[in-house]
């Protein structure tokens, strides 16, 4: 097992009607900007309640909404230049991951004298933010219990993912009932994406490490089992609340410390978001298979095969058979059970034109991971997808 530092400072309040704890924002002063998306809160009731909240507790509230799914550097940009001129005490993310990501940025923009697009693109120039706090309202990325933000500039086909310790949210509030009325393509994406997250911390050569891992297959297993549920009964609590908390554990760091090398599948994906502004979970569940058929060799069968075996009942002596099994079986799992588009024409990308320039940029951040991958692995795995 790799040394590593673990630490993960953001209070969960787990639960329904847990968004009544909004009112320890007052520890962090009075001014709240709130950040939300394209209005799912207003018709939830969400929003409504959270006001409420804020207002009974005496806190004065400005708002960012209209975030973008896949969210833009102006509206980041905007959000940064409110809390400056306001004097913005807190921000707090109402919303899925777009949301939290966007509040992210904003927070480490109030404290920054640039261009916030700086602190996309260096992590390292985030030296201080905001207190982040977020109410989630869709199970996916782990943005709620995590320092990561992904921010994307259409203009110049950029999405990057950034970091920073003090992006990790002080307080989070994660209420299962809040993604009844999350859509069956969102509900099948966020699935998706929290498997790729686990899938990207699990495949590595490292033996040593059981205990992320385990951990990783019992998500694995967790979320297999309750995405189709919650696909086709959206308001079974146990299925919303196992997918909640089984999402903030796969990129909290618990199954990455001591194991990951690296992730692969999530630059590909950026750039596909980049280019033709796809949702997120979608992408990940079309290129998963297709990479792990890229990858599979005598050296990654084994650990494909465990996979397979420990997660998905498969039994076998032959690895390479039993791996093959896998992947099938993953194919099945997104495209079938959870109805998931199988290629990239089924997300609209109708043309192979950029491939080239996206195969670049991608194979940058595939260089450390489980199986090192070049430009032209890159490119092979998105013209199998297509
Ligand atoms: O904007 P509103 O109106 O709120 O609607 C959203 C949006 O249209 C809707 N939605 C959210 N909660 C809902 C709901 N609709 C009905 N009921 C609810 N309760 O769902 C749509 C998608 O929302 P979004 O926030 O974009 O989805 P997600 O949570 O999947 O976030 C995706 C973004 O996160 C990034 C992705 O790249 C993408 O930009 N990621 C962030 C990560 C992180 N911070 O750690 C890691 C991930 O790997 C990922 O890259
Ligand atoms: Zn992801």
């Known amino acids: 097992m790799y040394n590593f530092t673990f630490y993960v400072p953001t209070r969960i309040h787990f639960g329904e009607g847990q968004i009544s704890h909004l009112s320890e924002l007052k520890e962090s002063g009075s001014k709240v900007l709130m950040v939300y998306g394209g209005g799912s809160i207003k018709r939830n009731g969400i929003y409504d309640k959270a ?51 966007c509040a992210k940025v904003v927070s480490a923009g109030a404290k920054y004298d640039g261009d916030p697009w700086d602190l996309v693109l260096d992590g390292s120039k985030i030296k201080s933010a905001l207190p982040i706090y977020s109410v989630l309202t869709l199970s996916a990325t782990g943005s709620e219990m995590d320092e990561f933000a992904v921010i994307t500039d259409m203009s110049k086909n950029e999405k990057w993912g950034t970091a920073a310790e003090c992006l990790k949210p002080k307080m989070s509030v994660l209420d299962p009932t809040y993604t009844y009325s999350v859509s069956k393509k969102q509900t099948a994406a966020g ?88 949702t ?44 093959k099994e896998a992947i099938e079986a993953t194919k099945k799992f997104f495209f079938e059970t959870m109805g998931m588009p199988a290629n990239l024409r089924a997300v609209g990308i109708t043309e192979k034109t950029n491939f080239d320039k996206m195969a670049e940029k991608a194979s940058k951040g595939c260089e450390g991971c489980f199986v090192p991958l070049s430009k032209d692995d890159v490119k092979e795995i998105f013209e199998a997808a297509f």
Do not use: Q
């Open 280 to 323: 997120h979970g979608e992408g990940l569940a079309i290129l998963t298979p297709v990479w792990m058929e890229h990858i599979l060799s005598d050296k990654t069968a084994p650990i494909i095969a465990t996979y397979g075996k420990n997660v998905l009942g498969l039994t076998g002596d032959n690895d390479m058979t039993v791996a």
């Open 51 to 101: 006001m409420e909240i804020l207002k009974e507790a005496g806190l004065s509230v400005t708002e960012l909404s209209g975030v973008e799914p896949n969210p833009r550097i102006e509206t980041v940009r905007k959000g940064a230049e409110i809390c400056k001129t306001e004097g913005i005490d807190m921000v707090l993310a109402i919303g899925g991951g777009s949301t939290i990501d």
């Open 191 to 278: 699935t998706a994406d929290m498997m790729s997250h686990t899938f990207e911390n699990y495949f590595s050569f490292e033996e040593g490490a059981d205990v992320p891992k385990r951990f990783g297959e019992g998500l694995l297993m967790t979320m297999m089992k309750y995405g189709p549920i919650a696909l086709n009964d959206p308001t079974n609590y146990d299925a919303r609340a196992n997918l909640m908390w089984a999402a903030s554990h796969a990129i909290n760091g618990l199954t990455r410390v001591g194991n990951a090398p690296g992730w692969c599948v999530h630059p590909m994906e950026h750039e596909l978001s980049a280019f033709y502004d796809i």
